[in-house]
């Protein structure tokens, strides 16, 4: 809203001239999102907690979280309206990524609310239920992928570190970019399992995506990375700033021990945008390394499910894996500040192959 109403001001002043900055405009982005989360958290949480909106723990779950009984959940409410907050007042809704963006998110985001709601306030301990969720994730991914198709976006894939290795993938990149959408979804979800574990990597995530998708949309660099120029895809900074504001300010409350908890609204509609991310800015397999937190988290639900389906033993002590940790030994914060820091080290990794190509 800034930059359509202010912009146009720069033939009057040239100080409105830094509108046209993303950078600038990203930037402000996320300190919007950061302080409205300070702003509505304290509000956000007193409410919740009037409505008993509170977390409701697995029975199956390890012993020491039943003390996390009664603690406020749906506090991802607060990551959405700080996030789509700040990219309507610094966004330029004249780009379509942006309003897939926001389609995608706010969508996911619906989807994990009717999940929370049936588990907390109907009492339905399954939710919606495994297959339903991951059915409606994947057609609002679907959907996605189509508009993208339909409108001559470039179907090829890059591979990190190889720089002549290029897939077209045609038609096929429909279901491809579907699953990439749902599956950072799903296991972004996965991982939030204990105080501030999921948030951590998230921020970390959105800093790295704020900073790929600025490149993929500038045509020089791009050209000089040797990475795909995406136009417009710049614009998608200021929603990944936005998201790192947003997941600062709500990490602020979710830190160890948590004041509130995301729920799926939240973490499903953080995947699903990092996703989108990862598709429009032409990094869809370099999300696994930016990303590895949570591929790892669900590929350890992965091998327990299969591994006692066809074998009738566990891989590990529990899954998601942050619980086999648990069930080791290790204190819940050790766990959380170790998964951050090696959330870190692949977000610096991923980041290198730019050069390393």
């Known amino acids: 809203m800034l930059y359509h109403f202010l912009f146009p001001l720069a033939e009057y002043h040239t100080i409105f001239n830094v509108f046209q900055y993303i950078t600038f405009r990203t930037i402000y982005a996320a300190l919007t999102a950061l302080v409205l989360s300070f702003v509505i958290g304290p509000y956000l949480i007193k409410k919740l907690k009037v409505m008993q909106v509170e977390e409701v723990i697995r029975k199956d779950g390890p012993p020491n979280h039943?003390?996390?009984?009664?603690?406020?959940?749906?506090?991802?409410?607060?990551?959405?309206?700080?996030?789509?907050?700040?990219?309507?007042l610094w966004g330029n809704f004249g780009n379509q990524y942006v309003w897939l963006l926001v389609f995608v998110t706010l969508g996911m985001g619906g989807i994990g609310f009717i999940d929370d709601y049936r588990k907390v306030m109907l009492k339905h301990p399954d939710g919606l239920g495994v297959a339903p969720k991951f059915i409606y994730q994947i057609l609002i991914a679907l959907v996605a992928a189509v508009v993208l198709y339909v409108s001559d976006f470039d179907t090829v894939v890059t591979v990190p570190f190889f720089k002549g290795v290029k897939i077209d993938m045609g038609i096929m990149y429909i279901p491809f970019a579907a699953l990439?959408?749902?599956?950072?979804?799903?296991?972004?979800?996965?991982?939030?399992g204990l105080d501030g574990l999921a948030i951590g990597p998230m921020t970390v995530a959105a800093a790295t995506f704020t900073l790929l998708a600025y490149l993929a949309g500038h045509v020089k660099i791009a050209d000089y990375l040797q990475i795909m120029f995406v136009p417009g895809a710049g614009e998608l900074a200021i929603f990944a700033g936005a998201m790192v504001g947003a997941s600062l300010g709500f990490l602020w409350f979710n830190t160890y021990p948590a004041q509130v908890f995301m729920g799926d609204i939240g973490a499903l509609a953080l995947g699903g945008g990092l996703g989108t991310l990862a598709v429009i800015t032409k990094n869809e397999i370099l999300l696994v390394i930016v990303g590895g937190i949570f591929v790892v988290e669900a590929l350890s639900v992965i091998f327990q499910v299969t591994s006692f389906k066809f074998r009738g033993k566990r891989v590990f002590a529990m899954a998601p894996i942050h619980h086999h940790f648990e069930l080791k030994g290790w204190p819940e914060p050790r766990i959380i500040v170790r998964f951050w820091i090696i959330a870190i080290i692949l977000s610096l990794v991923a980041i290198s192959t730019l050069k390393l190509r």
Do not use: H, Q, R, Y
């Open 66 to 88: 039943i003390t996390k009984e009664g603690t406020p959940t749906m506090g991802g409410t607060m990551i959405l309206v700080c996030v789509l907050v700040a990219v309507f």
């Open 180 to 192: 990439v959408i749902a599956g950072a979804s799903n296991a972004v979800n996965l991982t939030d």
